[in-house]
């Protein structure tokens, strides 16, 4: 069945530095892809999302681009704040599955000031 | 913003005894889902519900998990004889049909300890 792996972590960045989590997919159709963000005490926030190969998604300073050709989903933010810090989930969904999601394990990235 | 609310944040309780778990989506919200996250394991789904029927279950989601909508607004998930295996973060997920059908807008989540 479908699948996402994700980079292990915990991640542990300095302010302003660059981030990238990876993320990769297997699918048998044309899933959407996202990532999800979960701050401490809180639930699974849409961070953003791409529908189709070569889209980009971007929200709050973070970026992924839809790459068919390598099934990869990296998240990316060119400097990190404090306030970031969370848990990462790269999911997808398929209209052929319901469109229920499939997670990666999460990656957790802690910044530091 | 409308959120999905779910009830109680943290529920205790003994092995064998039946839980109910609550969720109120978004208002406008057709679409229902529960995921559930074991402690350092992925996030999995359990079930999808839309116009008052499961639409889709996990090799998880036997039978002794039922889904109820019961009066238009909440969701439930009942675990009717909890396992020690049954410990998890609880998460409800609703989705409006739609142009943004394939988001899914989460709740805080429940989190069930099994003693």
């Known amino acids: 069945g479908d699948s996402v792996t994700q980079m292990e972590g915990p991640v542990t960045l300095s302010e302003e530095a660059f981030l990238t989590i990876n993320c990769t997919y297997t699918a048998t159709g044309y899933p959407s892809l996202f990532w999800y963000v979960q701050y401490p005490g809180e639930g699974l926030q849409l961070l953003l999302k791409?529908?189709?190969?070569?889209d980009k998604g971007s929200n709050k300073g973070f970026e992924a681009t839809y790459r068919k050709e390598t099934t990869s989903f990296h998240l990316e933010k060119g400097s990190v704040q404090v306030s970031d810090s969370a848990v990462y989930f790269c999911?997808?969904?398929?209209?052929?599955?319901?469109?229920?999601?499939?997670f990666g394990a999460g990656t957790i990235l802690r910044v530091k000031s | 913003e409308p959120e999905v609310t779910q009830t109680p944040s943290h529920q205790v309780t003994q092995m064998g005894q039946e839980v109910i778990l609550h969720c109120v989506p978004i208002?406008?919200?057709?679409?229902f889902y529960w995921y559930r996250q074991i402690l350092g394991q992925k996030v999995e789904f359990l079930v999808s519900?839309?116009?008052?029927?499961?639409?889709?279950k996990s090799e998880i989601f036997d039978d002794q998990f039922s889904v109820e909508r019961p009066d238009g607004s909440n969701f439930t998930l009942k675990i009717r004889s909890t396992k020690l295996e049954d410990s998890a973060m609880y998460f409800c997920?609703?989705?409006?049909?739609?142009?943004?059908?394939?988001?899914?807008?989460f709740g805080a989540g429940t989190r069930l300890s099994v003693l």
């Open positions: 791409a529908t189709k190969a070569d």
């Open positions: 208002s406008n919200h057709l679409y």
């Open positions: 997920a609703s989705v409006h049909e739609g142009l943004a059908k394939n988001i899914q807008y």
């Open positions: 519900f839309y116009n008052n029927e499961i639409s889709e």
């Open positions: 999911a997808l969904s398929s209209l052929e599955y319901g469109n229920k999601l499939v």
